[in-house]
């Protein structure tokens, strides 16, 4: 049986507060590691690991090291409450990386161009800035 590290906490306790952290529901977390929802709650509830593979997609969809996710270091995830406006943005970003890769980059054109509008505004009410071709 592996020694338990860092707060003496589970593989399961572990996944789990990693997963709230980044505001995942475990449907969420499923679909980015490309699981189950029942697989998930399972790793979470269980006393064991799970196989290999799917510690490897879980600690990627997580945005984590396997070494984190297994207890061999700590976690940088910050565990930290969020009020519900910002945990609504993050799941609505992480929403994005669940979307095929043609569409993530049509969101991607979307928020720099609107970027680049905003910037271009603000430029162009800046003091000696110059407003529409004068």
């Known amino acids: 049986m592996p020694r338990k590290k860092y707060g003496e906490t589970t593989f399961g ?26 697989a998930v709650s399972y790793y979470e509830t269980e006393a064991g ?6 510690v490897i997609s879980l600690a990627k969809a997580l945005n984590v090291t396997t070494d984190e996710l297994l207890g061999l270091k700590p976690p940088k995830v910050a565990l930290v409450e969020e009020d ?5 943005y993050r799941r609505r970003f992480q929403m994005i990386a669940t979307l095929p890769e ?11 161009s609107l970027v680049a509008a905003s910037s271009l505004r603000r430029n162009s009410s800046a003091p000696g800035g110059e407003r529409n071709g004068r």
Request: zero cysteines.
């Open 13 to 38: 306790e572990r996944l789990q507060n990693i997963r709230k952290a980044r505001g995942l529901t475990q449907v969420q977390l499923a679909e980015a590691a490309k699981t189950t929802q029942r």
């Open 49 to 54: 690991f799970p196989p290999a593979p799917a």
């Open 84 to 88: 519900s406006e910002t945990r609504r």
């Open 102 to 112: 043609r569409d993530q980059k049509a969101v991607v054109r979307l928020i720099n």
